[in-house]
């Protein structure tokens, strides 16, 4: 059982960077690959990005590719998304996943953190 908790949303301007951290508990962290997910009001959830369990690896959708990063510090139990260059149309509710197996294009992720809005103004 892991589980997720997300912080570091909040309002923003266009073209302003946010950085979101999602901290989890128990001791296997660096067992579980994780990805950052958001949700707009009457959208669909949509991957953004997936980091592996060393933090060696990345993926990213095309949308986000470039302006945003994922790491994770397994010291610290913690994935992080930096997020630069940020539209109004990243508004939306963020949420951070750990899957335990499968590779990281695979989306079907076991444990859910409860998400951090982000808001970013024009």
């Known amino acids: 059982q892991v589980q997720l908790v997300e912080s570091g949303g909040g309002l923003v301007q266009a073209g302003g960077s946010l950085r979101l951290s999602c901290a989890a508990s128990?001791?296997?962290?660096?067992?579980?690959?994780m990805g950052w997910f958001r949700q707009a009001p009457g959208r669909e959830r949509e991957f953004l990005a997936a980091?592996?369990?060393?933090?060696?690896?990345?993926y990213y959708s095309d949308p986000v590719q470039g302006r945003f990063t994922i790491s994770r510090d397994n010291a610290k139990n913690t994935v992080y998304l930096q997020m630069n260059s940020l539209k109004p149309e990243d508004t939306a509710v963020y949420s951070c996943?750990?899957?335990?197996?499968?590779?990281?294009?695979?989306?079907?992720?076991?444990?859910w953190g409860q998400g951090t809005q982000v808001t970013v103004s024009s």
């Open positions: 996943a750990a899957r335990r197996y499968g590779g990281l294009t695979d989306l079907d992720y076991d444990y």
């Open positions: 128990g001791r296997t962290f660096s067992s579980y690959a």
């Open positions: 980091i592996s369990r060393s933090g060696s690896s990345t």
